[in-house]
């Protein structure tokens, strides 16, 4: 199974420059320097904002979990970054409740897995 609505998925911009990609952030400093490894810079944020769509077209959705206010989705795979390098990594995605466009909620390395 495949993330529903693929096409209609989206990344909010403040996950990208405030969050993900942001060295000074209290907590998304290591994904940060995970990313900045792989080739993201927080200048590009749209370079990133397509490769993790990509990431979710291109893999499997690997759990599915019901809650009381919509549906988290993981996606593991494969995930290569502007330089060529690549590592696997989590992405997990949410379909709030009435809606149906899955909004990206993190992304993660799955340990051990770039190359």
Known sequence: ???????????????LSGYLLAID????RSKALF???????????????????QHAADNAVSSVQSTPFGVKYLI?????GPTG?????????????GERSPRFV?????RGTQK
């Open 1 to 15: 199974m495949h993330l529903p609505y693929i096409e209609e998925a989206f990344v909010p911009e403040p996950k």
């Open 25 to 28: 952030h209290a907590f998304g």
């Open 35 to 53: 990313l900045n490894s792989l080739g993201f810079r927080m200048g590009h944020p749209d370079v990133l904002r397509r490769a993790l769509l």
């Open 76 to 80: 593991e795979g494969r995930f290569s």
């Open 85 to 97: 390098t690549s590592a696997v990594i989590r992405s997990v995605w949410f379909v709030e409740t």
């Open 106 to 110: 993190t992304a993660y390395p799955i």
